[in-house]
């Protein structure tokens, strides 16, 4: 039987492509040597915006994908990538993501304490701030707790950010965080649009900042004050439940506006500062943290960790920070916190 026309040429003929493939798979990778670096500002289902040329006249926003050869290397937000393609930046253009460069800080969490999966935040952060409302919702001071143990096992400075204190003191919160030492900012509502973003501001000038919180803290709102011309959906808190609801659903690098009185072209200009913000959390799983890594945020006690026991929990009979702070050589208060953050990771929120 004729399986083809009798006038069937080549065309018509069809290829069945060989087991093995077409032809031998090369272990010989491009280098990509003209690939251009960029920022990657989010990542929405595969697609990811990035900034290329930053700082110059040429700069520009891409939209990219990555590229096979990374395999299952995560891209997050916050990554100094490698691109190749397209880099026009015009519509419906896409270019390839080849390589990440190495990350000077990695912010992790999981989904809850007995979560194996690690997720990656964000990348190459250097400061953490933490928002948290004094009310409206009440705040819980052992995810923040959680979340000053991932800044320290991440190597980012944590920055304590207390909202709406038009309703509440903020005193008290202030008073149990203060053995930390850990910078921190007041903000109200109503003076967010005028002195109080600028007042956030000075502390991000010049660096790269995580915004994190649990819903319905403020966070987004505070996040559209400091960069007023990027302005991002809001929510409200149940007053039922006293909780949040998600409105920021991915994670964006916004770049702050350039200081008041800056020369066009300088460092201030070019570089004032990033906000990251990030969609809000109803719990902050340490799972992947090594409590052993936290010790090092506390440079006064780390010296008396030399005599503990092997595998010391630093919250045992024989630990010999005890003696350490009983000597004289850190506050008694340095020690409570410390464990209480180590607790912190052991017990799960609202316990």
């Known amino acids: 039987m004729r399986r083809y026309g009798k006038d069937a040429d080549e065309d018509d003929i069809r290829n069945r492509p060989a087991r093995r493939g077409s032809r031998p ?45 990374l395999g299952r290397k ?7 990538v490698n691109i190749v393609g397209d880099l026009s930046g015009d519509a419906d253009t896409l270019a390839r993501i ?9 912010l992790r969490r999981t989904a809850d304490d007995d979560d194996p999966y690690e997720r990656i935040v964000v990348a190459n952060a ?11 919702p ?26 709406k204190s038009d309703l509440a003191p903020a005193a008290p919160m202030l008073e149990a965080y203060a053995p930390l030492g850990i910078t921190y900012v007041v903000t109200r509502r109503d003076e967010l649009a005028t002195t109080g973003a600028e007042a956030v501001r000075a502390y991000l000038r010049g660096r790269s900042t995580v915004f994190i919180g649990h819903s319905g803290v403020g966070k987004t709102t505070l996040v559209n004050a400091l960069v007023p ?21 991915s994670a964006l690098a916004l770049r702050l506006p350039p200081p008041p009185g800056a020369r ?28 052993s890594r936290v010790i090092h945020a506390f440079p006064d006690l780390e010296p008396g ?17 005890d003696a350490w702070v009983a000597g004289g050589h850190a506050e008694p208060a340095r020690l409570y916190s410390l464990r209480r953050l180590l607790a912190s990771k052991e017990t799960r929120e609202g316990d």
Not at 26 to 37: F, G, L, N, S, V
Not at 55 to 64: L, S, W
Not at 74 to 80: F, I, K, L, Q
Not at 305 to 321: F, G, K, Q, W, Y
Request: proline share 6%; glycine share 8%.
């Open 25 to 69: 798979r090369t272990r010989i990778r491009p280098k990509h040597e003209d690939a251009a670096e960029a920022m990657v500002l989010t990542v929405d289902r595969g697609r990811l915006t990035c900034l290329v040329d930053a700082g110059t006249k040429q700069e520009r926003e891409i939209v990219a994908m990555k590229a096979r050869e």
């Open 74 to 80: 995560g891209v997050v937000v916050g990554d100094v």
């Open 98 to 106: 080849v390589r990440v460069e190495e990350r000077s800080s990695v």
């Open 126 to 136: 250097e400061q953490l701030a933490i928002v948290t409302a004094l009310a409206d």
């Open 138 to 163: 009440e705040p819980r001071p052992r995810l923040i707790d959680r979340c000053l143990v991932a800044a320290y096992d991440a190597g980012m400075e944590p920055l304590l950010v207390l909202t």
């Open 229 to 249: 011309e990027r302005q991002r959906t809001t929510g409200h808190v149940n007053a039922v439940t006293g909780r949040g609801r998600h409105t920021t659903v």
């Open 264 to 291: 066009p072209g300088s460092k201030k200009a070019l570089d004032p500062g990033w906000v990251i913000d990030t969609p809000g959390f109803r719990s902050f799983g340490l799972s992947h943290i090594d409590p």
């Open 305 to 321: 960790t030399v005599d503990c026991p092997r595998a010391c929990s630093h919250d045992e009979p024989d630990c010999a920070l």
